[in-house]
T-cell receptor, first 110, second 115 residues
Framework: GDSVTQMEGPVTLSEEAFLTINCTYT??????LFWYVQYPGEGLQLLLK?????DKGSNKGFEATYRKETTSFHLEKGSVQVSDSAVYFC?????????FGTGTQLKVEL | KAGVTQTPRYLIKTRGQQVTLSCSPI?????VSWYQQTPGQGLQFLFE???????NKGNFPGRFSGRQFSNSRSEMNVSTLELGDSALYLC??????????????FGPGTRLTVL
């Protein structure tokens, strides 16, 4: 079955620092790729997605590119804010079944 | 448009009991998926329903079951509760099924505690 490897957290950054959260996956075929975010006490929200190789998903300053050759979908943001503190999940998926990574907790400090 | 709603938000049960959780998808969405989130196992797919039929199932014991009604609302049931069933149960709805780029919209979850 599908599987996902995400970098371990927590990741602690200062405000305005550059963020990278690594994600690699194994999957049958060519799934769509998603990043979801979970703020404290809340459910999951879709952050961005990419549906085919070389697609770049972007939202709220976050970006991730679908790299088929390396089976990766790393999340990046140029300048993080305290409000970005949350848990981030990488997930390949298809047919309404998502396989989630373990999640990476991000803490942004002033 | 109202989002995905789940009831109840919190539940406390004892071992051996059974529980039913409810999920109302976004209006017009016909696919409902359920996930279990625990600190140890993370987020795991339970099952997906579309047009009242289970289309996909994760690797959970038969104590976990679900159903979907004609209005797309879904329920999941856990029988003979065990301590390890304590988790956040998330429901997600999607407008279509079968395609690879479906966006799933998640509800706030039901926090189940088994004592």
């Amino acid at each position: 079955g599908d599987s996902v490897t995400q970098m371990e957290g927590p990741v602690t950054l200062s405000e305005e620092a550059f963020l990278t959260i690594n994600c690699t996956y194994t999957a049958t075929g060519y799934p769509s790729l998603f990043w979801y975010v979970q703020y404290p006490g809340e459910g999951l929200q879709l952050l961005l997605k990419a549906t085919k190789a070389d697609d770049k998903g972007s939202n709220k300053g976050f970006e991730a590119t679908y790299r088929k050759e390396t089976t990766s979908f790393h999340l990046e943001k140029g300048s993080v804010q305290v409000s970005d503190s949350a848990v981030y999940f990488c997930a390949p998926g298809g047919g309404n079944k998502l396989t989630f990574g373990t999640g990476t907790q991000l803490k942004v400090e002033l | 448009k109202a989002g995905v709603t789940q009831t109840p938000r919190y539940l406390i049960k004892t071992r051996g009991q059974q529980v039913t959780l409810s999920c109302s998808p976004i209006s017009g969405h016909r696919s409902v998926s359920w996930y279990q989130q625990t600190p140890g196992q993370g987020l795991q797919f339970l099952f997906e329903y579309f047009s009242e039929t289970q289309r996909n199932k994760g690797n959970f014991p038969g104590r976990f079951s679900g159903r979907q009604f004609s209005n797309s609302r879904s329920e999941m049931n856990v029988s003979t509760l065990e301590l390890g069933d304590s988790a956040l149960y998330l429901c997600a709805s999607s407008a279509i099924t079968g395609a690879t780029s479906n966006e799933q919209f998640f509800g706030p979850g039901t926090r189940l505690t088994v004592l």
